[in-house]
């Protein structure tokens, strides 16, 4: 039986925290090892100079996220990784998805409206950004695509340009579906209120952290009023996000962590919750600092990861011109 292809990609911003970590790189593993799927992961350059960068940093923020991927647990012999601007076809199939997706469809979007708020140039790319999007995705043909909450509006908008598409030109995309990751929306440790965020770094729990800083940064999350532990986001939310964190890091229902800390102190929640962060990414720790070292060798698996998506993704891009007629 035919796997179902999966496509997904990070963006190589910074340091990965563990909202990340819980709304997209574990799921990834997850689904890789699952064995129902031919995963392509990869990391999204292109998306990720839409916003304010340094060039300089921008390089090594790739082969991080490279590292991340295989320390987390991502295998090239399993899923293909790769770089996206080492695609070529991604950045002309999104332009081919321009001049059929009018502009209200991409003024509406969301996430454009938020970050266009807060930038002091908006940005032609930023605009666009969607598009890429469907074109990462579509250039697969992927029946699944995990995403989180945040993402939904941008699949919807992929799944609208393959009927636009295939209805002017003929069939060539199919409509993926959306594979939600069931995470805790982490929150910031020092606002629960907001979700965490690398920006403010005291209340971000960054992969790489050392067990002292873990230690450190948990010891001061702000709680709630009373003593009672038990996970109820709205009255106790600082609480709550503590317990959803010890839940997911240590795959254990709710209910069961619930039992665990009932009438337990909240410096007691928080040594625990410390403790298994600390030996959750114990392993990913040592394996990422190893792979740190050996850039030539996580430079040499993005080109051959990008080399057997470009294959791919090639082959779906003929198609595509040949259908608008830009293809000889």
Not at 15 to 24: D, M, P, V
Not at 28 to 57: M, R, W
Not at 140 to 158: F, I, K, R, S, T
């Amino acid at each position: 039986m035919k796997r179902q292809v999966l496509v997904s990609g990070i963006q190589p911003s910074g340091k990965l925290h563990i909202g990340n970590y819980l709304g997209a790189l574990k799921n990834f593993v997850e689904l890789q090892n699952s064995g129902k799927y031919d995963c392509f992961f990869f990391i999204a350059d292109l998306h990720s100079i839409t916003e304010s960068f340094d060039p300089k940093k921008k390089q090594k923020q790739i082969l991080e996220l490279a590292a991340d991927f295989l320390a987390a647990g991502l295998n090239p012999k399993k899923s293909t990784l790769f770089l996206q601007s080492l695609v070529p076809a991604h950045t002309e199939l999104a332009w081919i998805f321009n001049t059929i997706t009018p502009m209200g469809e991409l003024e509406r979007m969301t996430q454009y409206k938020d970050k266009s708020a807060k930038a002091e140039i908006v940005n032609a790319g930023l605009f666009t950004y969607p598009t890429l999007m469907a074109a990462d995705i579509l250039l697969y043909n992927p029946a699944a695509v995990p995403v989180g909450d945040d993402q939904l509006q941008h699949l919807e908008l992929a799944r609208t340009i393959v009927r636009k598409f295939n209805g002017r030109f003929g069939r060539i995309f199919t409509e993926p579906k959306g594979i939600l990751t069931h995470t805790p929306r982490v929150m910031s440790l020092r606002d629960s209120s907001r979700k965490m965020s690398k920006s403010d770094p005291a209340s971000c729990l960054f992969l790489d952290d050392s067990p002292e800083e873990i230690h450190d940064k948990v010891k001061r999350a702000v709680t709630d009023s009373g003593s009672e532990i038990k996970y109820d986001p709205k009255e106790k939310p600082g609480v709550s996000n503590l317990l959803g964190i010890y839940s997911a890091v240590t795959g254990r229902p709710m209910r069961d962590v619930e039992k665990e800390f009932a009438g337990n102190t909240y410096s007691h929640l928080k040594e625990r919750v410390a403790f298994a962060l600390a030996e959750h990414f114990r392993e990913y720790r040592n394996k990422k600092a190893g792979l740190m070292v050996k850039s030539a060798a996580l430079k040499s698996l993005l080109v051959s990861g990008s080399k057997k998506a470009s294959k791919v993704a090639e082959k779906t891009l003929f198609a595509a011109k040949k259908k608008v007629g830009l293809s000889p």
